[in-house]
């Protein structure tokens, strides 16, 4: 079946650093991936997201990253801040399927 | 926050009674999703809607149901629960935004059954 997972439940990073959390997936039908942002208590938040026809994405100070051949994801946040702290969800999807399939998520936390 | 709204957001009940969760949107989205989320286990669809009256289960439809009488509100309905469905339940649209159809969140319903 299909699955998303993360290879580090929790991340701690210097503010200031930056940051990567990484995601594999198993299915190689997966054309969608997408980025989410849970703060403690909120649902949870769109980041950014890439299609299977790219292989790398920029955003505000965020970057998506996409190893079609290895089947990874990785997500990227220059000059980690405060407020990053959160966990992150990596999802995907296949264009014809309107389901996202979820990994466990990442809790990233940021040290002053 | 694609102005979705759910209800309430918090609960507190007792095994074996029903409990209805409301999720109401102001955006005339087509797709609406019910999730709920556990440690360890990220978040699991139970049951979506791609219109009214329209709807299919997820991965842990067991012991919920559905209903879409309308184009703003999905409802979850757990018959009987269970301490097994305490859980935090997140409703969701499928937006497009900048050529891509994306999930958003609401804020959440906590839900303790005793």
């Known amino acids: 079946g299909e699955s998303v997972g993360l290879h580090l439940p929790t991340l701690s990073v210097q503010e200031g650093d930056n940051s990567i959390i990484n995601c594999a997936y198993s299915?190689?039908?997966?054309?969608?991936f997408i980025w989410y942002k849970q703060e403690s208590g909120k649902g949870p938040q769109f980041i950014i997201d890439i299609r299977s026809n790219m292989d790398k994405r920029q955003g505000q100070r965020v970057t998506v990253l996409l190893n079609k051949t290895v089947k990874h994801l990785s997500l990227q946040i220059a000059a980690t801040q405060p407020g990053d702290s959160a966990v992150y969800f990596c999802a995907h999807r296949r264009d014809s399927n309107y389901q996202l399939i979820w990994g466990a998520g990442t809790k990233l936390i940021i040290k002053p | 926050d694609a102005g979705i709204t759910q209800s309430p957001r918090h609960k507190v009940t007792e095994t074996g009674t029903p409990v209805t969760l409301r999720c109401h949107q102001t955006e005339n989205h087509r797709y609406m999703y019910w999730y709920r989320q556990d440690p360890g286990h990220g978040l699991r669809l139970i049951h979506y809607?791609?219109?009214?009256?329209?709807?299919d289960k997820g991965e842990v439809s067991d012991g919920y149901s559905v209903s879409r009488s309308k184009t703003e509100d999905f409802l979850l309905t757990l018959e009987s629960a269970t301490s097994s469905q305490t859980s935090v339940y997140f409703c969701?649209?499928?937006?497009?935004?900048?050529?891509?159809?994306?999930?958003?969140f609401g804020p959440g319903t906590r839900l303790l059954v005793l």
């Open positions: 299915n190689s039908a997966s054309d969608y």
């Open positions: 969701a649209i499928s937006a497009e935004s900048s050529g891509r159809e994306t999930q958003y």
């Open positions: 809607s791609y219109g009214v009256k329209d709807t």
